[in-house]
């Protein structure tokens, strides 16, 4: 697993180079905004079991068929683990909001859960519109926990359903 700040050392050292320019400048970057970061996590932290109900709700509501017969979130098991999963997502989207770094998302997130998913009949297009639902009322959350600019939120939301939405070669 990995973060901004290892992640940027290891591919300098690679090469034996010092910390350039370049470098400097992404670690500012990282560390201005180190404090949004965290509140985002923070503000996460704090609605987590709100967020993910709610985003539910909102996916349910816009694709009732979801949760009809025949539909995959459809009996009380399935409904479950599909919220259980929105709830894997945020809480993974958290530590990568601080690690300033999708690495943690790929390892344990995203590695082999097309195929998972695929295997089990888990309708991708459904589940990177609950991923992005999600999203949107985190950055709601962030906004009034007050953090103005509230962008780098998208990262690990758009990394994850950029991966899930990638057509195998
Ligand atoms: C931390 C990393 C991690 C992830 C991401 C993860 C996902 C994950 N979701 C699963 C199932 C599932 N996932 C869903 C999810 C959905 N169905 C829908 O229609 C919706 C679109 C969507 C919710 C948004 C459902 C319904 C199942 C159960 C499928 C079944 O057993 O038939 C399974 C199969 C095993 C199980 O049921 O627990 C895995 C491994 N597990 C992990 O350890």
């Not at 601080?98 to 590695?111: S, Y």
Request: with cysteine.
């Amino acid at each position: 697993m990995r973060d901004a700040i290892t992640n940027l050392i290891k591919n300098y050292d690679v090469s034996g180079r010092y910390l350039d320019r370049n470098a400097v400048d992404s670690l500012k970057s990282y560390f201005q905004t180190g404090t949004a970061r965290v509140q985002a996590a923070a503000a996460i932290n704090a609605n987590s079991a709100s967020i993910v109900k709610q985003a539910g709700s909102q996916l349910f509501e816009e694709l009732p068929e979801l949760i009809r017969p025949g539909g995959n979130a459809y009996t009380t098991r399935r409904y479950a683990a599909c919220l259980r999963d929105m709830d894997y997502y945020l809480r993974y989207a958290s530590y990568a909001l601080v690690a300033g770094d999708t690495n943690v998302l790929d390892e344990r997130v995203l590695q082999g859960l097309r195929e998972t998913y695929n295997s089990l009949g888990v309708p991708i297009g459904p589940t990177v519109r609950g991923i992005q639902i999600m999203k949107d009322i985190v950055k709601q959350q962030v906004a009034a926990a007050g953090v103005e600019n509230t962008g780098f939120v998208d990262q690990p939301f758009d990394h994850m359903t950029r991966d899930l939405s990638e057509q195998d070669v």
